[in-house]
């Protein structure tokens, strides 16, 4: 059975960093794009960022962009997202996600699309108190 476990989430304060972890299950984790995504209360899930299967640079919002770092570890299955710079904005239920695809992006679609994705974490909490 497909798992997907996230972890790290707390409470911090602005300007403070957070590392979530991810691990899967049978399947095949090195083949497929691995993705964060949040959802904050009242608001749609927000695609926050992407890496191929096989790793790369990543993709990532434009919210995020150079305060966050996507990485992958395909020999352990696992999945890391360093948040650097907090902020109350970012305070969100945070989801690790299983790709369909090797790639984020194809011309099948883009990386924040939830549709992409086939397996999904039950989510860790992020507080960021100002």
């Known amino acids: 059975q497909v798992q997907v476990v996230e972890s790290g989430g707390g409470s911090v304060q602005a300007g403070g960093s957070l590392r979530l972890s991810c691990t899967a299950s049978e399947f095949n984790f090195a083949g497929r794009a691995m993705a964060w995504f949040r959802q904050a209360p009242g608001k749609e899930r927000e695609g926050i960022s992407c890496i191929n299967g096989g790793g790369g640079r990543g993709d990532y919002a434009d919210s995020v962009k150079g305060r966050f770092t996507i990485s992958r570890d395909d020999a352990k299955n696992s999945l890391t997202l360093q948040m650097n710079s907090l902020k109350p904005e970012d305070a969100a239920m945070y989801y690790c996600?299983?790709?369909?695809?090797?790639?984020?992006?194809?011309?099948?679609?883009?990386?924040?699309?939830?549709?992409?994705?086939?397996?999904w974490g039950q989510g860790t909490q992020v507080t960021v108190s100002s």
């Open positions: 996600a299983a790709g369909r695809y090797r790639y984020c992006s194809d011309s099948s679609g883009s990386w924040f699309l939830p549709p992409r994705y086939n397996y």
